[in-house]
């Protein structure tokens, strides 16, 4: 096994940089994930090196070269980045390594792939379930479609060919074209009804119907389509059957005035609701239909149990023209709900795996929040009673004080009017009499 760690040969690494392709792993020494990572890492090392690839593997400690990870746009950890010349793709798929090899050779070769034959043709289309071809000579539709291979390359294959390489079965209208074959069928690209190729492109990248998870559904939100779940149990798969079967017709019967296109949808089955609960903040019966809006958190599942293809259809249509209910949602209270949500579930999950440890670190907290609090109202009545003595008074001292004060000024006021009366005593009759 040969992989080359960068950390211990930066400067070779820098030298190197624009000759080699580079599979790089930025890692922290605390990260978690990272160490996940690192047999597997190593496993995807040995392969590509036993393989005869070009891609050179390394790993990075992304803490330690901060720099060198700054200026790739390393935010977080673990970032795996394939550096090729100029560019630097940042891989997005799942961290096994039959995945992490699969993108290491398609983004270290040419962006758009020549097929020089009809059994090369062939070939290339039994081994991938999507496959983008441009077909024709030179032209503004080729140089846009190298550049959007070149944007898009970490995501899917892209290949070019002549019109005799295509069998018999496919016609195309005019050329040049580009084409995308998946589900058993294939679709030529309309700049009027498709937009942009890049839009088109990634909107197609996917089959019609695939297995859902958190990190495809991620995914999935950049097509811009409407998700349809099958949330199915493996005992009970007649609800991923009648889906699969109106994906199907969906994609392949033109004719129909009820068509819900591929343009429109995504489709795919989940097993299990766990996630999907936690997504909806809400709880979805096992096996049912839920359709999700990535772009507004939006969600949509039929009023009664879909028992027949109509009944979908029915569904599907309502949410397409607005009649359906939409639930959930991006607004303040359905930020508030989630932030309550999720804190109510992290509390759970730690009482559940460690009863211990969720008193620990819940119980201390409040604890001490708790002596804080009367610290200050005691704090407060202390500080009243010093003042008090501070002035030489308590409590009691203070109300006896009151008292004695009290009886010197009535008696005050009586000896004063003794005193007015003997003055009067004193005067003389005529005093008395003008008085």
């Known amino acids: 096994m040969q992989i080359l760690f960068v950390l211990s040969s930066l400067f070779r690494f820098k ?108 070939h290339v289309l039994k081994r991938h ?32 060919a002549s019109e005799d390489v295509l069998p018999e079965s496919v016609t195309l209208h005019e050329l040049p074209s580009v084409v995308v074959f998946k589900d058993g069928t294939y679709f030529t690209y309309d700049e009027y009804e498709d937009g942009s190729l890049s839009s088109w492109v990634n909107r197609e990248r996917f089959q019609s119907y695939l297995p859902i998870d958190g990190f495809t559904l991620y995914e999935l939100g950049e097509t811009g389509k409407l998700v349809a779940i099958a949330v199915t149990d493996e005992r009970d798969p007649t609800e991923r059957t009648a889906l699969s079967v109106c994906t199907q017709c969906f994609c392949n019967d033109q004719k129909s005035s009820l068509m819900l296109s591929c343009r429109d949808f995504q489709f795919g089955h989940m097993e299990g609701n766990d996630y999907i609960n936690s997504l909806i903040m809400g709880e979805v019966s096992v096996p049912s239909i839920i359709i999700l809006n990535t772009s507004n958190e939006q969600y949509f599942v039929p009023a009664e149990p879909v028992e027949d293809l109509e009944q979908l259809l029915r569904f599907f249509s309502s949410v397409l023209d607005g009649s359906a209910p939409a639930f959930g949602g991006d607004g303040i209270f359905q930020r508030i709900k989630r932030v309550a949500y999720d804190a109510r579930s992290t509390i759970m999950s730690v009482f559940r795996s460690s009863p211990l440890l969720g008193c620990f670190l819940f119980g201390l907290p409040l604890g001490v929040i708790s002596l804080m609090c009367y610290g200050i109202c ?13 002035d030489g008074f308590t409590d009691e001292e203070e109300e006896e004080g009151e008292e004695e004060e009290q009886q010197r000024l009535t008696a005050g006021a009586e000896g004063e009017e003794e005193e007015d009366a003997e003055k009067i005593e004193q005067k003389s009759p005529t005093e008395k009499k003008v008085d």
Request: proline content about 5%.
């Open 15 to 122: 030298d190197s940089r624009m000759e080699d392709v580079w599979l790089v792993d930025f890692y922290a020494p605390w990260c978690g994930y990272c160490k996940k990572l690192e047999p597997i890492w190593k496993e995807v090392g040995a392969e590509l090196t036993r393989s005869g690839s070009p891609v050179r593997v390394g790993k990075m400690d992304g803490t330690a070269y901060s720099g060198v990870a700054s200026e790739f746009g390393v935010r977080g950890y673990p970032t795996i980045k394939l550096l090729k010349g100029e560019l630097a793709y940042n891989y997005k798929g799942p961290r096994t390594k039959d995945d992490i090899i699969e993108f290491a050779n398609r983004v270290a070769g040419p962006a758009v792939r020549s097929l020089p034959s009809r059994q090369m043709f062939e």
């Open 129 to 160: 379930s999507v496959l983008f071809l441009y077909v024709g000579g030179e032209s503004p539709l080729k140089e846009k479609y190298t550049e959007v291979a070149s944007e898009l390359i970490v995501y899917t294959y892209f290949f070019s």
């Open 378 to 390: 005691t704090a407060e009545s202390d500080d009243d009673t010093e003042l008090m003595k501070r």
